[in-house]
T-cell receptor, first 111, second 114 residues
């Protein structure tokens, strides 16, 4: 079983829509979670960390559900510039030096 | 991204040849990582180093070696390249001393092994 799993999409949404992605992780003891964004043929960049209580950064909201072992990313009022692949990242509890990446969810925001 | 240099940016290589991908940072981060990214498989960790002088194996280390002689450099070597090593390789320094976990990725090296 993969450490981190994501729906590859693509999610095709109109501008202004609200869209949400989920990501499941296999190790229930995992402590650190992140969302990265990757534009086509570019390197991944940190979008936001995911805290236990949930956190918000502008139009982006990240949440953690430990009971069901998933994290989510909600994007409100989608912009064309939000089109990218969103990568879920989990750090295992037994090795703080490792980061496990999901294969990514592709988002296409259309005019 | 300023502070991380990967070279070469792109390379076509004959199978069986030796190849070293270079990665240099000037951000002074303690940890450095090498990932490969393949369509449908996402980013997979090859090797990592949490401080100068130490290295560790990731998910897919076979066929690759690394060294960390100092804080800034973390080269990845393919001793004898095979076509399955065709991929995009990302080097990523990061600060892992606390529970932050931000990795800063280089622009990647596209490697094609024929």
């Amino acid at each position: 079983r993969k450490e981190v799993e994501q729906d590859p999409g693509p999610f095709n949404v109109p501008e202004g829509a609200t869209v949400a992605f989920n990501c499941t992780y296999s190790n229930s003891a995992s402590q650190s979670f992140f969302w990265y964004r990757q534009d086509c043929r570019k390197e991944p960049k940190l979008l936001m960390s995911v805290y236990s209580s949930g956190n918000e950064d502008g139009r982006f909201t990240a949440q953690l559900n430990r009971a069901s072992q998933y994290i989510s990313l909600l994007i409100r009022d989608s912009k064309l510039s939000d089109s990218a692949t969103y990568l879920c990242v989990v750090r295992p509890p037994d090795n703080f030096n490792k980061f496990y990446f999901g294969s990514g969810t592709k988002l296409n925001v259309k005019p | 991204i300023a502070g991380i240099t990967q070279a070469p940016t792109s390379q076509i290589l004959a199978a069986g040849r030796r190849m070293t991908l270079r990665c240099t940072q000037d951000m002074r981060h303690n940890a450095m990582y090498w990932y490969r990214q393949d369509l449908g498989l996402g980013l997979r960790l090859i090797h990592y180093s949490n401080t100068a002088g130490t290295t560790g194996k990731g998910e897919v280390p076979d066929g690759y070696s690394v060294s960390r002689a100092n804080t800034d450099d973390f080269p990845l070597t393919l001793a004898s390249a095979v076509p399955s090593q065709t991929s995009v390789y990302f080097c990523a320094p990061g600060c892992t001393l606390h529970n932050t976990g931000e990795l800063f990725f280089g622009e990647g090296s596209r490697l094609t092994v024929l």
